[in-house]
């Protein structure tokens, strides 16, 4: 079975512009997550989708963060402008409609400079 | 709020020694509980869960883990670890609903020398 694909992994940008990640589920999951992990944090949710809904973007810096999914199978996510801070690791991961088990992708890694 | 607290920022084991790292959660209702290992340069990946059953729970490689529901606490062991078992390790936690996003501690950094 295929894993939760996602790219770039790496990514250098300046500060103010901006940058954007796509990530494609295991084939079948209805739940798809971003995650922010900062150097030396556990991963912060930032948006959950349900299918091609939203079910909980509370923590998503929404002035400079969009995230979609329009067809309910891959998402992407956006910065703009991106600031220092957003340097991190940005993990996309998936779940199926039924059970509670969560898998990651590998993930993408920024560093804004 | 729900949040997860694990002790433990930076553990350093010899080979052969035993292992536990804490984790403490704070939510009212019945929960599902992670734990997750991350190598160096690798993604995430599951050791173990808890669902329901048995609060002893094997995963692989070793570990297992103890739920408390008591204590609010799911700590993770090994009885001897490996150098190959040198990684981060995050403790996570959801309420038991179907699709619900994991909660995850700061994590534990653990360096075992050979």
């Known amino acids: 079975e295929a894993g939760v694909a996602q790219s770039p992994r790496y990514k250098i940008i300046e500060k103010r512009q901006s940058v954007a990640f796509w990530c494609n589920p295991i084939s079948g999951h209805a739940t798809l997550y971003w995650y922010q992990q900062i150097l030396g944090q556990g991963p912060k949710l930032l948006i959950q989708f349900q299918n091609n809904g939203v079910v909980d973007d509370s923590q998503l810096p929404k002035d400079r963060f969009s995230a979609e999914r329009l067809k309910g199978v891959d998402s992407t996510l956006k910065i703009q402008p991106a600031k220092l801070e957003d340097s991190a690791v940005y993990l996309c991961a998936s779940s199926p409609t039924t059970g509670n088990t969560i898998y990651f992708g590998e993930g993408s890694w920024l560093t804004v400079v | 709020a729900q949040s997860v607290s694990q002790h433990n920022h930076h553990v350093i084991l010899s080979e052969a020694a035993s292992l536990e790292l804490g984790c403490n959660y704070s939510?009212?209702?019945?929960?599902?509980l992670f734990w997750y290992v991350q190598y160096p340069g690798q993604h995430l990946q599951l050791l173990l869960k808890y669902f329901s059953g048995d609060p002893l729970v094997k995963g692989i490689k070793g570990f297992e883990a103890e739920f408390i529901k008591s204590k609010f606490s799911f700590n993770l062991r090994k009885p001897s670890v490996q150098w190959s078992d040198t990684a981060e390790y995050f403790c996570?936690?959801?309420?038991?609903?179907?699709?619900?996003?994991?909660?995850f501690g700061k994590g534990t950094t653990l360096s075992v020398s050979s």
């Open positions: 996570a936690v959801t309420p038991q609903q179907a699709g619900t996003a994991l909660i």
């Open positions: 939510y009212g209702g019945t929960v599902n």
